[in-house]
Each structure stands twice: as structure tokens, then as C-alpha cells.
């Protein structure tokens, strides 16, 4: 079974910076890293190639140094990685992007044949998760989004029994392959990388496809030519204050000082001292 990861490479935003002047994300204050989402995705497909066999591609849209990020998902365990790039693809929007990427799955489709594709939940850097659902549209097979489990694969009848997260816990969705799943850090987590992953990883070089190297283009659905998504505007969250501190030697003792505190900041009860 061939498993497909998409896979982006993000700046690091715990530390990156918003530009005052233009309220966009200065990607050159922080160093690029793996999607974190995209790294669970590839290590369920490891976990899946061990199970039903066959090879783990990945694939991501960037700029050259986009590079590091397949290094990085072969020394999780993938074996294979294709990196499309190309100026042409410079600008895209969601939709412009999970255009691009399903072009470069239809040619790895015909090239490989693809039984699965994987996605994390959503780049952190754009945390709209719309591209996964995108590309699934695209190739017509069915998105099941916010998975934390895939519970059971029957190759042999192209079943797939899933859990997909909601609000108050999960539910079961039996479906086919191909699927396209977007998953959640909650489906695994993520091996420390042998010894041999690693110095295969370091020397590895991805294949770089251009536009030109892609079938039947639309160029006119690439990069700012292909993205109606207008940003407004991005701000940094404003930062909260710290936790306080309610210590006690009962548990009765630590209720009653967490009321009193609750009560002062008219969270909780009635102003003064009333019951809640």
C-alpha cells in the first residue's frame, strides 16, 4: 500500500513576528521546521507501511530550502520525497496551493500509484486546514478530517475504519481508499529517529519538479494568478497574565480561598460573598 504525505515547511511560530508596517508574518525572524501536524502524518504512515507494506512518499510545495523539511520526514522513516518549486507557485493561497500539490499527485499517481494520502490538521502558520479537504476535492475521493486513529485497513476490500475527533470525543466513519485523512497530534507520537534514518536522511536530495515537469497545467490556477484569498490583517494574540497561585493544606481550605478569588473578580457567585 503507497501512502502519500503532503508535507509544508513553516516558520517556527513560537518565536516568529507579525511586520507592523504590512501585518503579515515576518518569516525571516524565525527558522523554518517541519509542520509539526506533518510530522504525526508521516509517522502514521510508517506505522501503516509496517503493517500492510508497500512505500511512504512525500511530497510538499516551496522554495528550495523546502528541502529540510523532506529531510526530516525520511529520518521519521519515509521513503521517498518530492519537492514541486517553482516562482510560478510563489503566492498561493490555499486554493492555488492545493491545486498545485493535486497535479504533482495525479503524475505520482500514474508514476507510483497512491493508495492513501495524509495531511497534518493544518499548517501553524496558516491554521485554516483547508488544503487537505482541497486536494481531496480535487482527485475526488472522499476527506476525513480531525483523525486521531485508523482503527482497521482491508486492502483486500478497500475498507477503512477511522476515529475523527468532535467536541465531546470521537466517532467511527468506515470509508474507502483512497482517502484523504488530516490528522491530529493525538494519533501517535513521534519516534526519536534511528541512527541509520538519520545519515540517510542527511545526504538525501528530493526530486524537484517544476511547473514543466507537472501535466496538463492550468497556469492561470497557480501562485497570486490562482489565489482570490484576501488577508485583511494578522496581529500577534495578546499575551495573558500569569496563572495565580491558591495554595491550602485541605481541599476544603483550597476551595474556599478559590471562591473568595473568583468572588473579588466577580467571576463566580454574587458579588459580596453570596452562595454560588
Same mark, same amino acid.
Given at each position: 500500500?503507497?501512502? *502519500?504525505?503532503?508535507? @509544508?515547511?513553516?516558520?517556527?511560530? @513560537? ?20 509542520? +509539526?501536524? !506533518?510530522? %504525526? ?10 503493517? %500492510? /507494506? #508497500? @512505500? ?5 510545495? /516551496? ?37 498545485? *500539490? ?12 497512491? &493508495? ?5 490538521? %493544518? ?34 476490500? /478497500? ?55 507537472? !501535466?496538463?497545467? !492550468?497556469?492561470?490556477?497557480? #501562485? ?7 488577508? #485583511?490583517?494578522?496581529? +500577534? +494574540? ?16 483550597? &476551595? ?5 478569588? *473568583? ?7 454574587? @458579588? ?5
Amino acid at each position: 500500500m503507497n501512502i *502519500l504525505v503532503c508535507i @509544508k515547511q513553516v516558520p517556527d511560530t @513560537k518565536i516568529i513576528k507579525v511586520n507592523p508596517k504590512t501585518n503579515t508574518l515576518d518569516r525571516s525572524s524565525a527558522p523554518a521546521i517541519l509542520n +509539526p501536524y !506533518d510530522a %504525526h502524518a508521516v509517522q502514521e504512515a510508517v506505522r501503516l507501511r509496517g503493517e %500492510h /507494506g #508497500g @512505500k511512504v512518499i512525500v511530497l510538499s510545495m /516551496g522554495p528550495p530550502t523546502a528541502r529540510m523539511a523532506i529531510r526530516k520526514c525520511v529520518e521519521i522513516g519515509a521513503d521517498e520525497g518530492y519537492l514541486i518549486s517553482d516562482r510560478r507557485f510563489a503566492g498561493a493561497d490555499t486554493l492555488a496551493t492545493s491545486y498545485a *500539490l493535486y497535479k504533482a499527485i495525479e503524475k505520482l499517481q500514474k508514476q507510483e500509484g497512491i &493508495d492513501l494520502v495524509l495531511c497534518g490538521k %493544518h499548517a501553524i502558520d496558516g491554521d485554516t486546514g483547508q488544503t487537505g479537504p482541497g486536494i481531496a476535492r480535487r482527485l475526488e475521493i472522499p476527506p476525513i478530517t480531525n483523525v486521531i486513529k485508523v482503527d482497521e485497513i482491508n486492502t483486500e476490500s /478497500g475498507e477503512m475504519k477511522v476515529r475523527r475527533k468532535i467536541e465531546n470525543g470521537y466517532e467511527v466513519i468506515k470509508t474507502t481508499i483512497p482517502s484523504l485523512l488530516t490528522v491530529e497530534k493525538e494519533m501517535n507520537e513521534v519516534a526519536y529517529s534511528p541512527m541509520p534514518n538519520m545519515m540517510r536522511a542527511a545526504r538525501y536530495e528530493p526530486t524537484v519538479w517544476t511547473v514543466d515537469d507537472l !501535466d496538463d497545467v !492550468d497556469i492561470k490556477q497557480l #501562485g497570486l494568478k490562482g489565489s482570490p484569498t484576501i488577508v #485583511g490583517r494578522m496581529w +500577534p +494574540p495578546e499575551k495573558s497574565s500569569g496563572a495565580e497561585m491558591i495554595e491550602g493544606t485541605t481541599k476544603e481550605q483550597v &476551595d474556599r480561598l478559590l471562591s473568595v478569588t *473568583l468572588e473579588k473578580r466577580e467571576l463566580f457567585g454574587v @458579588k459580596g460573598g453570596g452562595k454560588a
